[in-house]
């Protein structure tokens, strides 16, 4: 990649929280390549509910994890806010996963062995200016099960405590990896409800990804990959709430 | 408490059953480590104690007879600190009830007192009262043997005349922690002791008044051993003086420090391969616990947790299971160190026994068993952060597996697929295979070394006392005696052959190597005493020339044609060169050899003879031993079978407490490794296995699969094992070799089938306690979950 090119494509647009460009991810799956996102442009705004919608291999969780710092390109780059993440190194993403973004994972990964308030504290014993883990479960509606294992809460409960957890160290963005992929509509109502209210109340950048159409109804902009490519972009110009969804 | 700390806690509870598996395994390494070094340590310290306390001489040197005014000359030697003359009488002795021939070592000591040097360790009675002179004290173990009190008498045959002896104490000396009869390998507490008498009575008994035939001293700091040795020599050679010896050469104190040596390798040995194979069990348990915990470490990864932070934590989780293991193993060392030791004193003449357990021992043990934790998890800890999260979140991807070499090469047709599955799944994991592999070897190999003692000492006392040593008896007589002397022992009824033998004290010497043994005078066409070569082959003893024990040519770097110097320490002590010959093979003592006749002719002397060889009829041996004892010339018997059964006796228990110790190490760790093995190769597979049931596999079917990796490794690992094995038994007997005695490697088809057993049985446990695993395979989970 050449200095003058990629000067051309530093971010330009103030608002802009992640500015994505030319984005490729190959795996090598055992002796098989896999084409996970071939050449992906994307900007992402602060404030914003974002949607990502995708089939199954479409590539909309290698994006996701790629905006985290959790997986680096094979090619083209990924600035959040100044800040070049595929040129970062190891302990710089982590030092980014720390202080700026918030996860919530399609099965939840909660640690068994630790209670509601336990699995916030692990994040919020490391971040900069976090909440306290009592707060965070209570904007998830979950003030009154704060000693409960995950083992017995129900998944939409787990998947509250996850959000939680994302949201409990004031994320600038909270990426969420199908969030409800493993609820059924009314629990995963529930936990829409939840990102919602966050998104709302603390003003965080959240980018959810979803084979869920439905849930597009709710976001400010849906971005349809297909393929490991952006195939549409659409700008909701009336939001649903997450009870007037059809799932 | 922090979060993660708080984790830690909880599944270390969690996953308490296996913590604590793995930490027995510690505890087994670390206690025997402890228990081996502080018993060893506890010896060492409690012998120089012993020694320091009661004086025990520095040099030692034994004459014909000298005036009691030649002291004063010795204590003028340069570098002599303290100096006391002995009386030391061998004299044959009658215990009542006990028929067979005794014999007993006087030893004279100063009125009212425990002697000035060697002083003895009174455990019971009385000392000797001046006046009384038929008062002894007796070597414990030899009371105790014969159930010999205070008050009870026996009779001794002191320079030919009989005396009845009183006995008024028990005692223990530092001189005589090994008490053994002079010539004999084994210490045998019915037939041979130690007696202290008071010195008048021994010596007006003993033709010793105003006289002395032994000398001890001790020497002060700056002295050369060395010098007062030569000078020393040189003032006692007019009196018969035999050469003067320094502590490091003294018996007791030689035999002790053998023992002791070969205890320091067995306690470097066992740890080693404990340890290392505790090493590996770690690694392969604590791998599995973080490849399971893949997800969570991805989780830690993504909000923020750095590789060195998610490291900390495990590693914290695994040295908590190895301190628990070292505290426990620390505990379990020193019990069984204390016990250990006290076994030792009772083994050997010891009066007491400090217990010594050095922090170093304590620092290493616990060093190297975390050294080799982190090191493990460290290793697993670095394969499951190194990967990005987002990959790690993401079920594995399939495995790379390939054709194996075996059918590569052609032979693909021949296996079924279940068989492929299996050769597949051992080249694809070659380091993990191969450690398997040597683990088990290695529990093979342990347990052939008890096998391996029990059939080394077999051989050594069969080719000595079988093939070698035929006689039934040897008589010794107190002064060389002409020849004709053996038609009087022929004449005795029971005894059918008899043969005469010359034996002198001598120091040998080749180059600037020397070395001090008693050279023998055997008949040469002799069948009693007859010696072998490496082939078990009769040698025939030359005309002319000295044989010598093979180990005692490799010390002294001279081989056949080389010419021998030969001092003799006896009569009128001539020098000679004589060639050596040949050599014989010994596996106990170091001697040389001639004709009878040539070495009578060395001497310059008539057809004289230090003892005899008899065979005695069975019937009329009880009889033979009366007459013996009866003959004033003959101032000892030796005989070999009852000292050797008697040696067996104390063997076997010592023996058999050995194999059931490697039988049980090596078989744990049989187990452990298998068992582990098994277990983790059934969490790692699960998946894979409940999907075959669910396309119809048999539960047999299925633990083919499992099994038949384990039954592969085991069937290359049991060879390879019989080979460590080999190779630990000869490294042993390789340490163990030393001039007292050689440990041969001689290792029965039965120690080879005994260990393949336990390997084989152990595996066979732990595939028994899979096989009943496989049953609850959860076959609905298999095609619910994510993956």
């Given at each position: 990649m050449s200095q003058d090119k990629q000067a051309t494509h530093e971010p330009r647009d103030e608002a802009a929280v992640f500015h994505v460009h030319g984005v490729t991810k190959v795996y090598q799956m055992g002796e098989v390549q896999v084409h996970a996102l071939r050449g992906v442009d994307l900007d992402l705004y602060r404030g914003e509910f974002t949607v990502l919608l995708g089939a199954s291999g479409s590539g909309?969780?290698?994006?996701?994890?790629?905006?985290?710092?959790?997986?680096?390109?094979?090619?083209?780059?990924v600035f959040y806010g100044g800040r070049d993440l595929t040129r970062a190194t190891e302990g710089e993403l982590t030092e980014y996963r720390r202080d700026h973004v918030g996860f919530v994972f399609q099965f939840y990964n909660l640690i068994p062995s630790l209670t509601a308030q336990e699995n916030?504290?692990?994040?919020?014993?490391?971040?900069?200016?976090?909440?306290?883990?009592?707060?965070?479960?209570?904007?998830?509606?979950?003030?009154?099960?704060?000693?409960?294992?995950?083992?017995?809460?129900?998944?939409?409960?787990?998947?509250?405590?996850?959000?939680?957890?994302?949201?409990?160290?004031?994320?600038?963005?909270?990426?969420?990896?199908?969030?409800?992929?493993?609820?059924?509509?009314?629990?995963?109502?529930?936990?829409?409800?939840?990102?919602?209210?966050?998104?709302?109340?603390?003003?965080?950048?959240?980018?959810?990804?979803?084979?869920?159409?439905?849930?597009a109804q709710m976001a400010d902009r849906v971005i349809y990959l297909a393929d490991g490519s952006i195939s549409d972009v659409r700008m909701n110009l009336t939001k649903l709430a997450p009870r007037e969804l059809s799932w | 408490m922090k979060a993660l700390d708080i984790k830690l806690w909880r599944e270390l509870w969690g996953m308490r059953m296996q913590a604590l598996a793995i930490a027995m395994v510690i505890v087994g390494g670390v206690s025997i480590f402890i228990m081996s070094l502080s018993t060893l340590d506890s010896l060492y310290e409690t012998r120089e104690t012993y020694y320091r306390d009661h004086h025990f001489a520095q040099v030692f040197a034994s004459l014909k007879r000298a005036p009691l005014p030649l002291v004063q000359r010795i204590e003028t030697i340069p570098g002599v600190d303290k100096v006391e003359t002995r009386v030391v009488a061998y004299v044959n002795l009658g215990v009542t009830g006990f028929a067979d021939p005794v014999s007993a070592h006087l030893v004279s000591l100063p009125d009212r007192s425990r002697g000035l040097l060697n002083q003895i360790y009174l455990r019971k009675g009385r000392l000797v009262e001046p006046g009384r002179d038929h008062e002894v004290i007796l070597s414990e173990e030899f009371a105790q043997v014969h159930k010999l009190e205070a008050g009870d008498t026996l009779r001794a045959t002191i320079n030919g005349r009989r005396k009845t002896l009183t006995v008024v104490g028990h005692a223990l000396s530092p001189e005589y922690i090994y008490q053994i009869a002079p010539g004999a390998m084994f210490p045998d507490y019915q037939r041979y002791g130690v007696m202290w008498m008071a010195r008048k009575p021994l010596a007006s008994a003993y033709d010793m008044d105003g006289a002395f035939n032994d000398v001890t001293l001790t020497l002060s700091k700056d002295s050369n051993e060395q010098d007062v040795i030569d000078r020393l020599d040189e003032l006692l050679k007019p009196y018969?003086?035999?050469?003067?010896?320094?502590?490091?050469?003294?018996?007791?104190?030689?035999?002790?420090?053998?023992?002791?040596?070969?205890?320091?390798?067995?306690?470097?040995?066992?740890?080693?391969?404990?340890?290392?194979?505790?090493?590996?069990?770690?690694?392969?348990?604590?791998?599995?616990?973080?490849?399971?915990?893949?997800?969570?470490?991805?989780?830690?990864?993504?909000?923020?947790?750095?590789?060195?932070?998610?490291?900390?934590?495990?590693?914290?989780?695994?040295?908590?299971?190895?301190?628990?293991?070292?505290?426990?193993?620390?505990?379990?060392?020193?019990?069984?160190?204390?016990?250990?030791?006290?076994?030792?004193?009772?083994?050997?003449?010891?009066?007491?026994?400090?217990?010594?357990?050095?922090?170093?021992?304590?620092?290493?043990?616990?060093?190297?068993?975390?050294?080799?934790?982190?090191?493990?998890?460290?290793?697993?800890?670095?394969?499951?952060a190194k990967l990005p999260p987002a990959q790690a979140m993401r079920p594995e991807p399939p495995a790379l597996y390939h054709a194996t070499l075996v059918e590569r090469l052609g032979l693909q047709r021949w296996f079924s697929q279940p068989t492929r599955m299996i050769l597949r799944h051992i080249e694809r994991r070659p380091l993990k295979s191969l450690l398997t592999t040597l683990g088990i070897a290695m529990a093979c190999g342990v347990m052939m070394i008890g096998g391996f003692q029990e059939g080394a000492i077999d051989h050594m006392v069969e080719v000595q006392y079988s093939m070698s040593q035929r006689e039934d008896l040897i008589a010794i007589y107190t002064e060389p005696t002409s020849l004709r002397s053996l038609y009087s022992l022929l004449s005795l009824q029971g005894v059918e052959h008899v043969e005469g033998f010359r034996e002198v004290s001598a120091k040998l010497q080749f180059e600037h190597r020397f070395y001090r043994t008693s050279l023998q005078g055997l008949q040469p066409d002799g069948e009693l005493k007859r010696l072998l070569d490496t082939d078990l082959k009769v040698v025939d003893l030359p005309q002319q020339g000295v044989i010598l024990t093979d180990h005692l040519t490799e010390l002294l770097h001279i081989k056949p044609g080389d010419m021998l110097t030969i001092e003799v320490l006896e009569g009128n002590r001539p020098t000679v060169q004589v060639p050596l010959i040949g050599t014989t093979k010994e596996f106990i003592g170091l001697n040389a050899y001639m004709q009878r006749e040539a070495l009578n002719r060395l001497l310059k002397e008539g057809n004289a003879i230090s003892g005899a060889l008899l065979t005695v009829d069975e019937r009329y041996q009880r009889e033979v031993y009366g007459d013996l004892k009866d003959m004033p010339r003959i101032a000892g018997v030796v005989e070999h079978k009852s000292a050797i059964q008697a040696f067996y006796d104390t063997l076997a228990e010592t023996v058999l407490y050995f194999t059931f110790v490697t039988t049980l190490l090596g078989g744990s760790i049989a187990f452990g490794v298998v068992y582990n093995n098994m277990r983790i190769a059934l969490s790692e597979r699960n998946r894979e296995l409940a999907s075959l049931r669910v396309l119809g596999f048999e539960r047999r079917e299925v633990a083919y699969i499992l099994l038949g990796?384990?039954?592969?490794?085991?069937?290359?690992?049991?060879?390879?094992?019989?080979?460590?094995?080999?190779?630990?038994?000869?490294?042993?007997?390789?340490?163990?070799?030393?001039?007292?005695?050689?440990?041969?490697?001689?290792?029965?088809?039965?120690?080879?089938?005994?260990?393949?057993?336990?390997?084989?049985?152990?595996?066979?446990?732990?595939?028994?306690?899979?096989?009943?695993?496989?049953?609850?395979?959860?076959?609905?989970?298999?095609l619910k979950t994510k993956e």
């Open positions: 909309k969780s290698t994006l996701l994890n790629i905006l985290g710092g959790l997986d680096t390109p094979t090619d083209g780059h916030v504290a692990v994040v919020t014993e490391i971040a900069k200016a976090p909440m306290q883990p009592a707060e965070a479960l209570q904007l998830v509606g979950l003030g009154e099960r704060l000693d409960h294992f995950p083992a017995q809460l129900s998944g939409g409960e787990q998947q509250r405590v996850a959000i939680a957890r994302a949201i409990a160290k004031n994320p600038d963005v909270l990426l969420c990896d199908e969030p409800t992929g493993a609820l059924d509509s009314k629990t995963g109502i529930v936990v829409l409800e939840a990102l919602q209210r966050v998104n709302q109340e603390l003003d965080t950048t959240t980018a959810v990804i979803t084979h869920n159409a439905g849930i | 018969g003086g035999i050469g003067a010896y320094v502590r490091k050469d003294q018996l007791s104190n030689r035999f002790l420090t053998e023992e002791l040596r070969q205890q320091e390798t067995i306690a470097t040995v066992f740890p080693i391969i404990f340890l290392g194979v505790a090493a590996f069990l770690l690694n392969v348990v604590a791998s599995r616990l973080i490849s399971l915990e893949r997800e969570q470490i991805a989780g830690l990864k993504a909000f923020g947790y750095s590789n060195f932070a998610v490291g900390l934590h495990y590693l914290k989780l695994v040295l908590m299971i190895v301190g628990l293991g070292i505290l426990g193993g620390i505990a379990a060392g020193i019990w069984m160190g204390k016990g250990m030791s006290n076994i030792y004193m009772e083994m050997y003449s010891l009066p007491f026994m400090i217990y010594v357990l050095k922090p170093k021992v304590i620092v290493a043990a616990a060093v190297f068993s975390m050294l080799v934790a982190i090191l493990g998890t460290l290793y697993a800890v670095r394969q499951a990796e384990l039954g592969i490794l085991i069937m290359v690992a049991i060879p390879l094992g019989l080979f460590i094995g080999y190779g630990l038994c000869a490294y042993l007997a390789f340490q163990f070799n030393n001039d007292l005695y050689r440990i041969p490697l001689v290792l029965g088809m039965n120690v080879y089938a005994f260990a393949a057993l336990v390997v084989i049985i152990s595996s066979l446990i732990s595939a028994l306690m899979i096989w009943r695993n496989l049953a609850h395979l959860d076959m609905v989970a298999v």
